[in-house]
């Protein structure tokens, strides 16, 4: 029987470019006044790092309310027809 690696061992070594489509010009410039160069030092990619890895250590709190306004949002339009 073979040992399996763990996906994330591997994926931590690994470092990937991100491209973004369809992104406006304006909120790329709004994220970069107002966010990146203020708190990272005009570094976009520690911002996005940053960033990615604080959403997924708060994914829990960030699902439950996605959750909870969808289930808000459906209850409404139930007792609107």
């Known amino acids: 029987m073979t040992k399996k690696t763990p996906l994330l ?3 931590e070594d690994l470092l990937v470019n991100l ?3 369809n992104v406006s010009a304006s909120l ?3 994220f970069a006044e107002k966010i990146v160069r203020p708190y990272y030092n005009n570094n976009f990619n520690a911002a996005i790092q940053d960033l990615i890895n604080k959403t997924l250590s708060e994914q829990d709190f960030i699902h439950s309310h996605i959750t909870f306004t969808k289930n808000q949002r459906n209850t409404e339009e139930l007792k609107s027809h």
């Open 19 to 21: 491209t973004l489509h």
């Open 28 to 30: 790329l410039s709004e």
């Open 9 to 11: 061992a591997i994926q």
